[in-house]
């Protein structure tokens, strides 16, 4: 449901059938407030006044651990893709999340809540040309959480990163990387 000018959104974890170009197209163009509460509502808003204004606009996806924010993210994208022509072309949001599962293995930890919960915060910045086509894109990470790497709750990991290294150790093109026992003991030890 719309809060003001605040979708508040809950993760089915499933896939639901409401996010096709069919919906984008249904969204395309409507004001905020004539469509049922969606994503695509929240994303067609900011294209619009962002095309309108010719300002800047921010989306921004917050929640708790597992509530579907990078989901959400990536819904957003695809919408502005789609209405904006961009997306056989740029395909904008496959180049941006082609990024994700690094920067989830550097950023995402085991927690109690998430086996795979992000421990970091993500700015997606999307570029547009005059005609509002999307030309590019930037990804910066900020806020990642640093007592993760010296301490975690029971039944909590450290970053995937350190257990993907562990595991790919033995691998010929790791050996240049010298990830030794030493290096194991201290991942799995803190």
Known sequence: CFVGIV???????EQLPIYGEDII????????????????????????QMARDERNQSII??????????????????YFATVSGSASEANVEEKVLASNPIMESIGNAKTTRNDNSSRFGKYIEIGFDK???????????????????????????????????CASAALPEFKTLRLGMKFIFIVLCN
């Open 7 to 13: 979708l508040v959104a809950i993760n089915p974890y």
């Open 25 to 48: 197209n249904a969204y395309s163009g409507q004001n905020m407030g004539d469509m049922d509460p969606h994503i695509f509502a929240v994303a067609e808003e900011a294209y619009k």
């Open 61 to 78: 996806v917050s929640g708790e651990s597992g509530a579907g924010k990078t989901v959400s993210a990536k819904y957003a994208m695809r």
């Open 131 to 165: 005609r509002y086509r999307i030309i590019g894109a930037n990804m910066r990470t900020y806020l990642l959480e640093k007592s993760r790497v010296v301490f975690q709750a029971e039944e909590e990991r450290n970053y995937h990163i350190f257990y993907q290294l």
